[in-house]
């Protein structure tokens, strides 16, 4: 690493550089995009988000935000109306006196499991001309490690640097996280480059970890890895709960005291998903095998996410006799987490279409979905009384905080069979034993 450059364990620390308002770039108004764009005009900076999706731009210039994100349409007002925040159409004119140009683009998962930087180099090579001497170009979106100094050599500039700056956002919570963070990581060959895109959060004062560019990069990998490993143990634990009569709920409330592994993770669930440990995993998994390293602990946590799918249809055949072929089941949730509208690598959904292959007739209620949602295998209504109604068992997928509120004595009046298979321990067994149900869980004892 270059001289002046501090490394992470010498530099962790509180809030720094000095607070300025910057003219900063948001290129792309996706899920990550859009709420870092918001968030920094809300720290007083001016901001221009662009994109290529001229309807869309049209939408958010409006205040109309389409993102399911509690906060996030209210920061986008409120910046409009401060006249902090402007969205415009493509990058290159929008860049033109940039400070610094986040890239914020698609990063999806190509072939071999690696990540498709398509996108993020066609931007870099739409703006390389157009960047202001001195800009910063930030990579926001999950890159492998190695992106930054691949992007060096295509912009071809030495008067602009090159900063990782990986984001930390849960869906359902994206405003709150990026407000509240737990650390901010800037990754640069360049310490100047790196101490102006953290002092951008100086008003945030979190501990700021500033390294070289790999570091940073591997950070997001290396945490999102670790969160998937750990959904993976706990999923295990469960499976061994049951065959040896355990409860998992209290094995977690015990190992969730312990400061050393801490209480979030150790839900047991059908799975892990969602648009980032699904393909953050596949990649460092692609990545290790680039450089000959053997990841046996990252496969072994794939391969475990996979079978939990087909462990929570297991419960439901076993739930309804030992067949599917015919059987009507109503299905509670179907987004990958309560509180978002996001289908993508959704547990709940796989476990639908894994128990839709089986020959089950699917009726299926998720709050933050509508009647319109096309190639599902299953028929999405509009209650959750409608998606019990007839069925031989009600299977909860998804934990929406109002599926612990539902009347189940007229759940149980509408089911055909009075059985709940709880994929996400959501549910109280002892109110659903009160309403003539039988409850099963996961790692738990059925109740009822």
Same mark, same amino acid.
Not at 1 to 7: H, R
Not at 135 to 138: D, G, M, P, S
Not at 148 to 163: I, K, N
Not at 375 to 382: A, Q, R
């Given at each position: 690493?270059?001289? *002046?450059? =501090?490394?992470?364990?010498?530099c962790?620390?509180?809030?720094?550089g000095t607070?300025?308002?910057?003219?900063?770039?948001?290129?792309?108004? !996706?899920?990550?995009?859009?709420?870092?764009?918001?968030?920094?005009?809300?720290?007083?900076?001016?901001?221009?988000?662009?994109d290529v999706?001229?309807?869309?731009?049209?939408?958010?210039?409006? *205040?109309?935000?389409?993102i399911? +994100?509690?906060?996030l349409?209210?920061?986008v007002q409120?910046?409009?109306?401060?006249?902090?925040?402007?969205?415009?159409?493509?990058?290159?004119?929008?860049?033109?006196?940039?400070?610094?140009v986040? @890239?914020c683009?698609?990063?999806?998962m190509g072939?071999?499991?690696?990540?498709? @930087?398509?996108?993020?180099?066609? %931007?870099?090579? +739409?703006?390389?001309?157009?960047?202001p001497?001195g800009?910063?170009?930030?990579t926001?979106?999950t890159?492998?490690?190695?992106?930054?100094?691949?992007?060096?050599?295509?912009?071809?500039?030495?008067? %602009?640097? %090159?900063?990782s700056?990986?984001e $930390?956002l849960?869906?359902?919570?994206?405003?709150?996280d990026?407000l #509240?963070?737990?650390?901010?990581?800037?990754?640069?060959?360049?310490?100047? /480059? /790196?101490?102006?895109v953290?002092a951008?959060?100086?008003?945030?004062?979190?501990?700021?970890?500033?390294?070289?560019?790999?570091?940073?990069?591997?950070? &997001?990998?290396?945490a #999102?890895?670790?969160?998937?490993?750990?959904?993976?143990y706990?999923n295990?634990?469960a499976?061994?709960?049951?065959?040896? *009569?355990?409860?998992?709920?209290?094995?977690?409330?015990?190992m969730?005291?312990?400061?050393?592994? !801490?209480?979030a993770?150790?839900?047991?669930g059908?799975?892990?998903?969602?648009s980032?440990l699904p &393909?953050?995993?596949?990649? @460092?998994?692609?990545?290790? +095998?680039a450089v000959?390293?053997? $990841?046996?602990?990252l496969?072994?946590?794939i391969s475990? #996410?996979?079978?939990?799918r +087909?462990?929570?249809?297991?419960? %439901?055949?076993?739930?309804? !006799?030992?067949?599917?072929d015919?059987?009507?089941?109503?299905?509670?949730?179907?987004?990958f987490?309560?509180?978002?509208?996001?289908?993508?690598?959704?547990? =709940?959904?796989?476990?639908?279409?894994?128990? /839709?292959?089986?020959?089950?007739e699917?009726? /299926?209620?998720?709050?933050?979905?509508?009647?319109?949602?096309p *190639?599902?295998?299953?028929?999405?209504?509009?209650d959750?009384?409608?998606?019990?109604k007839?069925?031989a068992?009600?299977?909860?997928?998804t934990?929406?905080?109002?599926?612990?509120?539902?009347?189940?004595?007229?759940?149980?009046?509408?089911?055909?069979?009075?059985?709940?298979?709880?994929t996400?321990?959501h @549910?109280?067994?002892?109110?659903?034993r009160?309403?003539?149900?039988s409850w099963?869980?996961?790692?738990?004892?059925?109740?009822?």
């Open positions: 690493m270059p001289k *002046g450059v =501090a490394t992470a364990r010498s962790a620390r509180r809030g720094v607070v300025f308002a910057r003219r900063i770039v948001v290129v792309g108004t !996706g899920y990550v995009g859009l709420t870092t764009g918001a968030c920094l005009a809300s720290l007083g900076h001016r901001v221009v988000c662009s999706n001229a309807e869309k731009v049209a939408q958010l210039s409006r *205040g109309e935000v389409r399911h +994100e509690p906060g349409a209210e920061l409120e910046g409009i109306a401060a006249g902090r925040l402007e969205f415009v159409l493509g990058s290159a004119g929008a860049v033109a006196d940039a400070e610094v986040f @890239l683009v698609p990063t999806p072939s071999g499991g690696g990540a498709d @930087l398509a996108v993020v180099e066609s %931007v870099a090579r +739409e703006v390389r001309e157009v960047l001497a800009c910063v170009l930030v926001k979106s890159v492998p490690v190695g992106t930054s100094a691949r992007l060096r050599e295509l912009v071809g500039r030495p008067d %602009v640097a %090159v900063v700056n990986p $930390f849960r869906e359902g919570s994206a405003v709150h990026f #509240n963070p737990d650390r901010i990581v800037v990754g640069s060959d360049s310490q100047d /480059a /790196a101490e102006r953290a951008l959060y100086a008003r945030l004062g979190a501990p700021t970890v500033l390294t070289d560019a790999a570091s940073a990069e591997m950070v &997001k990998y290396a #999102n890895c670790f969160l998937a490993t750990k959904l993976s706990v295990a634990i499976e061994l709960c049951e065959r040896l *009569g355990a409860d998992i709920t209290d094995v977690t409330e015990g969730g005291y312990d400061r050393r592994i !801490g209480q993770f150790l839900q047991p059908p799975g892990w998903g969602g980032c &393909k953050d995993t596949a990649a @460092l998994l692609q990545v290790a +095998e000959e390293f053997d $990841f046996p602990l496969q072994a946590t475990a #996410n996979a079978r939990q +087909e462990r929570m249809v297991a419960k %439901v055949v076993d739930a309804c !006799g030992g067949s599917l015919g059987v009507r089941l109503g299905l509670l949730g179907l987004t987490k309560a509180g978002t509208d996001d289908l993508r690598d959704s547990p =709940a959904l796989e476990v639908a279409r894994l128990l /839709a292959a089986r020959g089950a699917l009726v /299926a209620f998720d709050p933050g979905l509508r009647g319109d949602e *190639g599902l295998p299953l028929t999405l209504v509009d959750p009384y409608q998606a019990a007839g069925a068992a009600l299977v909860l997928l934990e929406w905080q109002e599926f612990r509120t539902l009347d189940w004595a007229r759940v149980a009046q509408e089911l055909e069979a009075p059985v709940v298979v709880d996400r321990n @549910l109280d067994p002892d109110a659903l009160r309403a003539g149900l099963r869980g996961v790692g738990r004892t059925p109740v009822g």
